[in-house]
């Protein structure tokens, strides 16, 4: 059979040339993606926003924890070169980037009362 003859029988069978209604099963697809990239997105601003809130919490005398797992208390801070000075119990300091810093362990201690 003719590839051009079957077509025009199909589309006569369904009723002329009109475009074909969607697969409900095709819409329940659609959807799922469409909820599960919503999900993926909301769940990665959360995460953006802890980081962002764990930097700005990184202030002179806070315990923080570094995206390694190091603990230490941060003694300086240089927003332009972007890093901080951890020390350590044992009384080593070491430079890290900001951006390295995971979570506020201790805030700082302010004197406000």
Do not use: C, H, W
């Amino acid at each position: 059979m003719n590839a051009s003859l079957y077509y025009a029988q199909l589309s006569a069978a369904e009723g002329g040339g009109d475009a074909p209604a969607l697969d409900p099963f095709l819409l329940i697809m659609i959807a799922i993606l469409a909820i599960f990239m919503f999900l993926t997105f909301r769940r990665g601003k959360k995460m953006r926003d802890e980081q962002n809130k764990a930097r700005g919490g990184a202030v002179v005398g806070a315990q923080v924890v570094t995206a390694g797992g190091i603990v230490g208390t941060v003694v300086s801070r240089d927003e332009e070169a972007q890093r901080v000075t951890l020390e350590f119990s044992s009384g080593d300091r070491v430079d890290f980037l900001i951006g390295a810093i995971q979570q506020v362990v201790d805030p700082a201690v302010t004197t406000e009362d």
